[in-house]
């Protein structure tokens, strides 16, 4: 294992940014630590305190304003009044109600929970004794009002003490009771003691979360402070060490710099070393380096000094270029001639690039005014002596053309038509290829190059396409006198991609523009359209309460009718089932599951569905006429049952059957009980019959007997025909009795 060198300047920065490192997670994790409290506490009391309580005095105002829509009416009897009533109990105080539930599971104080299940308890219980009081209330003595517009504390829209305000009101209850309306009584009996009480637990509440929301905030506040005084603490200690590590770090680095600046010293001197210095460190390595050099730096005195003169060509070798020595400078000569070049090239480029940037940058909103200046810097800085550049116009996508929007010295007649099809002429096939074309043997009268002087046709032309990202957005073609080398010709190729971004750049401005111009034209139609749509969500929002109003007592009457006993299923006009209540489903041994879809042949006999008398049946229930009486019916597992009821139609607005009830009453145990009852008579009365006829042809001395028999027989019929009564008479009254009747 490699022995770790603690003097080494690895191991010192390793150390000294380790430990500042650790300091800077120490000093973060504290932070977010604190910053964790303190927003937790703050969330619990915007998300949960500050709410809270205003649904508490909410949930106080919605009770207040029922007890004053409550005692209006018991003076006025207006059903206007008992309506607002309603609408403060359904929406007012539901409403506050339901978002304090949702609250209240965050509530950690037991003693607010007790209180608002008080307070929930009373509301209810008042709710309850408003109404009974309505149902009792008598309006024959006449009627009165109470209108907070009269009463004296109202400034303009706004009431001031909500306990002088119910004052008040009790004492115009009281006065206008005392002139002839009895009905007041029966708030300050019932009511008031109830409300009073939930006044002042709601209050009690209000007050407790409240006073909660002030000890989070002194939490908060003592959080705050010993946050900044331990992160302060925190920083400065850390200066402090950072200090130490720094001072220490950099005199350790002082001393190995001081020893490797001697050996450096002696050798900026002219002179080489005796002796070699060590450090410990890395710098060893370069001391070694240094003794190495100062070795070979006699061996290539004069060759450096040629070299130094920029002597490239000078006949002066080194070792007679003999040897890996001798060989390399030679080489290094060779390649230093070569990197002069490739240096003045390079430069040539980096100059080029740079203005043509600066170009391209400052003329990035028009793409007219970007190619004039384009095409006048590349002829320019090329000294070349004519150019164009097309532009691709894809506002047709079907049918894009390349557009000339820029021209430097050309004739004009050349370039009368400005649009040139993909594929026409070099221009249109660079476009088409996506290849640069390079001709230096041109035809005659291909370009003339016009100027003060006359007209002349240049020697050499390079066209090249525009690509970026693959595609193509024009095409600039350059011509001269002479030729253009590899290294230009590179050039122009590279700026191409420069100019087919800034080309791709202002074409994404212009259609952004556009787009902008039609997103403000739709804002402005948009908020046009708003207020119509708000007035909709409202209207939308009031059928939308109707209807739970609606569904609400629809369930209600369907849960009395489960109640009762009586058993429902629904069927489509074709038979097909559609629904049916617990109570069908336990009386007929199914689960919904094996009902849904099925015919309704699967109640019957096969006998009985293959009938005349099961298809009229059918017929007529199709047809919507009404079916009542007591119908023969088997379960799942064969049990026969008897089921009185009636088959009624649900029409649609055309007067269509669309639907089929049920309403059924389970009959099996009267029905069995009744058939028994006839059964026993039929076998009674035959052998009665039959008594008879053996006393008429017996012989006298047998009359007697048989007569006694045929008594004590009578009697037996008699006594089995009572009890047998009797049981179904039981069994009628146990049936009206579930029935509730």
């Not at 080494?8 to 920065?13: C, E, F, V």
């Not at 608002?116 to 309006?139: G, V």
């Not at 992160?231 to 001081?258: G, M, P, W």
């Not at 298809?615 to 049952?641: A, P, Q």
Request: negative net charge.
């Amino acid at each position: 294992m490699k022995k770790i060198n603690f003097n080494s300047i690895k191991s010192k920065m390793i150390i000294g940014y380790g430990s500042m490192a650790l300091l800077i997670v120490i000093v973060v994790l504290i932070t977010l630590s604190q910053i964790s409290g303190i927003l937790e506490k703050g969330t619990d009391v915007l998300e949960n305190k500050q709410p809270s309580r205003l649904y508490v005095d909410a949930y106080k105002s919605g009770i207040r304003n029922s007890n004053i829509s409550f005692q209006n009416y018991l003076l006025s009897g207006s059903e206007t009044t008992k309506q607002e009533l309603n609408k403060i109990w359904n929406k007012e105080v539901k409403a506050a109600k339901d978002s304090l539930d949702s609250l209240v599971t965050n509530w950690s104080n037991p003693e607010n929970i007790i209180l608002y299940e008080k307070i929930n308890r009373l509301a209810n219980r008042i709710k309850n004794k408003q109404e009974e009081a309505i149902n009792n209330a008598s309006f024959s003595s006449g009627t009165t009002n109470i209108y907070i517009s009269d009463y004296p504390n109202l400034a303009g829209d706004t009431i001031y003490g909500t306990n002088d305000l119910q004052t008040w009101i009790d004492g115009e209850l009281s006065n206008q009771s005392s002139e002839g309306n009895q009905n007041a009584q029966l708030f300050s009996e019932n009511v008031k003691p109830l409300s009073d009480e939930f006044d002042d637990l709601s209050s009690q509440l209000y007050v407790n979360l409240e006073q909660e929301a002030l000890d989070i905030a002194d939490e908060i506040y003592s959080a705050r402070d010993r946050f900044l005084i331990s992160e302060l603490i925190i920083v400065l200690i850390s200066i402090i060490l950072c200090l130490i590590l720094f001072r220490y770090a950099r005199n350790q680095i002082k001393n190995s710099i001081d020893a490797l600046q001697s050996e450096v010293k002696i050798l900026s001197e002219g002179n080489i070393p005796e002796t070699k210095a060590h450090t410990n460190d890395e710098l060893d390595i370069i001391l070694e380096e240094i003794h190495i050099l100062s070795e070979n730096l006699s061996n290539v005195k004069n060759f450096a000094l040629e070299v130094g003169k920029g002597s490239f060509d000078s006949n002066i070798s080194v070792f007679n270029n003999k040897g890996d020595i001798g060989t390399s400078l030679a080489e290094m000569r060779e390649s230093l001639k070569n990197v002069s070049e490739e240096a003045r090239v390079r430069n040539w480029t980096n100059k080029g690039t740079a203005e043509f940037g600066d170009i391209l940058r400052k003329f990035n909103n028009n793409i007219s005014e970007l190619s004039d200046h384009v095409i006048t810097f590349m002829v320019n800085y090329l000294e070349a002596n004519q150019g164009s550049i097309f532009i691709v116009d894809d506002s047709d996508e079907d049918n894009p053309r390349l557009q000339l929007t820029a021209t430097y010295a050309y004739d004009r007649k050349k370039f009368l038509e400005k649009t040139i099809e993909p594929g026409q002429g070099l221009v249109g096939q660079v476009y088409l290829e996506k290849q640069s074309i390079y001709l230096k043997e041109l035809p005659k009268d291909y370009i003339n190059i016009t100027s003060g002087l006359g007209n002349a046709t240049p020697k050499s032309i390079f066209i090249v396409p525009l690509i970026a990202n693959e595609k193509v957005y024009g095409v600039i073609e350059l011509g001269t006198f002479t030729e253009f080398n590899e290294n230009e010709r590179k050039f122009i190729e590279d700026v191409g991609e420069n100019i087919a971004s800034s080309v791709q750049s202002v074409k994404i401005n212009e259609r952004t523009n556009k787009l902008l111009a039609e997103s403000q034209e739709m804002t402005e139609q948009m908020r046009s359209q708003e207020e119509e749509m708000r007035q909709n969500m409202e209207e939308l929002q009031a059928t939308q309460e109707e209807m739970e109003r609606s569904q609400g007592e629809s369930n209600e009457r369907m849960q009395s009718i489960e109640k009762s006993g009586l058993a429902f299923i629904e069927f489509k006009p074709s038979g097909h089932i559609v629904s049916a209540d617990r109570t069908f489903l336990n009386l007929m041994e199914y689960e919904m599951d094996e009902l849904e879809g099925k015919h309704h042949q699967i109640f019957v006999s096969p006998e009985y569905a293959k009938s005349e008398e099961y298809k009229k049946f059918r017929e007529d229930i199709s047809n919507g006429k009404l079916v009542t009486g007591v119908f023969e019916r088997y379960t799942k597992t064969g049990k026969k049952k008897y089921l009185k009821g009636a088959y009624s139609d649900v029409r649609n607005t055309n007067g269509e059957p669309v639907k089929v009830f049920k309403f059924i009453v389970d009959v099996t145990d009267i029905v069995e009980k009744s058939n028994e009852l006839i059964k026993e008579k039929e076998e009674l009365l035959k052998q009665l019959e039959n008594i008879n006829s053996d006393i008429e042809k017996s012989e006298n001395r047998n009359i007697e007997d048989l007569k006694s028999y045929q008594e004590e027989l009578r009697n037996t019929l008699l006594n089995k025909l009572k009890k047998t009564e009797q049981e179904l008479k039981a069994s009628l009254e146990k049936q009206k009795k579930d029935l509730g009747l």
